[in-house]
């Protein structure tokens, strides 16, 4: 092969040996992943679209097969702005169950482009003989235009037994109805939703609770979102839900009676999480609500997320063992503050006795840039109570 303007081609005939050869090895192929990092001279290195052509017609050639790939199961394309993403097709056969899709690139010139390139990309993968199972799609670009939310929208109708859908391309009313076509197959569902008058988080959830019976794990974002009880109800009809992570721009706090009816409808739930996505929100979680959440999901619940206040801490007296969590190993904790100063000790006594020991308190996004506490006087708020969590023979010493 010679490098040209176009990319990599054929310079000599090949022979049949090579094609024989060639057809051996490609039905061992069952996972391929591009990744189109590498510059080559003054672009990024590619196969020119004649060799890609060329080595179909040569394997085609009295096989019947067609496919380059054609037992290939899991094909992942990680592209620049400047490759042509439809060149991914030509590894598309029928036997293809995953496809992971990731374009970025900095420039916007190639924006549009780029953009065009997706959307026949998509298009005729929506059309091909192939039924994915599981599709993650990131489109690195920011939001995406109107033409692409569609293509995506049809690529995703096509799928009648589709199990695993994680995209960051914003979900617009005709992408979530088009999930329907694998409504009895879907398990796991992690999507960002636009922000439009036609979409609001209860639509969503009215449409997910219509058949969605195989649903485990839903992670929902949209960031103009008031999510309430309200708009969480219909989702109580998805019983096999085991994790549910939601986050919107404001998030109204649940009450005690509302905690036990979604116990009650997820027998099964490992995670909870629901997250304002705007500071200073005043829709805190009261503490003691996590006595309700010990008493009813304790047994099976791992990760607890709430934006909690700490204006309010619960006495210890008359807490039962039915009232303790058994399998919690994490509670994650909003970056709102509001425990007030000399009320960290009780929030952390009232945890130790609630959580199972080794309990992680996470604050904010995460603890890994954390450093060593070296004075536990320098700490205060949800600092404080997880460092004394962790740490509980500093309780009732300071």
Known sequence: ???????????????????????????????????????????????????????????????????????????????????????????????????AFNCIGPSDSLRIRTLESGVETLDKLANLPCQLRQILFTWGFGRAAE??????????????????????????????????????????LHCRLAETRDLSFLSVSEILSNGFNALEDLNIVQADADINFASIRPLLACHSLRQVCLRGARIAALYPSEVVAIAAAWPRIKEFRLRSSLPGTPHLHPLPILSVFAKHMGSTLQILGLDFGGDETSQ??????????????????????????????????????????????????????????????T??????????????????NL
Request: charged share 20%; net charge neutral; glycine share 6%.
């Open 1 to 99: 092969m010679e490098y040209s303007k176009g990319g990599w081609c054929y310079v000599t005939d090949i022979s049949n040996a090579d094609v024989a050869r060639f057809r051996r090895l490609s039905n061992r192929v069952l996972s391929l992943t591009h990744m189109n990092t590498s510059m080559w001279r003054d672009e990024r290195s590619k196969i020119s679209q004649k060799a890609l052509e060329s080595a179909v017609s040569l394997v085609s050639n009295g096989s019947g097969s067609g496919y380059l790939l054609p037992r290939v199961r899991s094909l992942s394309w990680y592209s620049g702005a400047v490759y042509e993403n439809s060149q991914l097709l030509f590894f598309v056969s029928p036997s293809l169950a995953t496809f």
């Open 316 to 377: 210890l007296l008359g807490l039962t063992r039915s009232d303790q969590f058994e399998a919690l190993q994490e509670i994650r904790v909003g970056q709102i503050d509001s425990i007030p100063v000399g009320g960290e000790e009780d929030v952390a006594r009232y945890l130790t006795a609630l959580c199972p020991s080794g309990v992680s308190i996470v604050v904010g996004i995460s603890n890994l840039f954390d450093s060593p506490v070296s004075d536990i006087s």
């Open 379 to 396: 700490l205060k708020g949800w600092s404080k109570v997880r460092h004394l969590v962790q740490n509980p023979h500093y309780i009732g």
């Open 147 to 188: 033409p692409l939310q569609e293509a995506f929208s049809g690529l995703i109708r096509n799928q009648t037994h589709l199990r695993f859908l994680s995209s960051l391309i914003d979900f617009t009313k005709d992408t979530v109805e088009a999930l329907t076509s694998s409504r009895s197959t879907l398990q796991v």
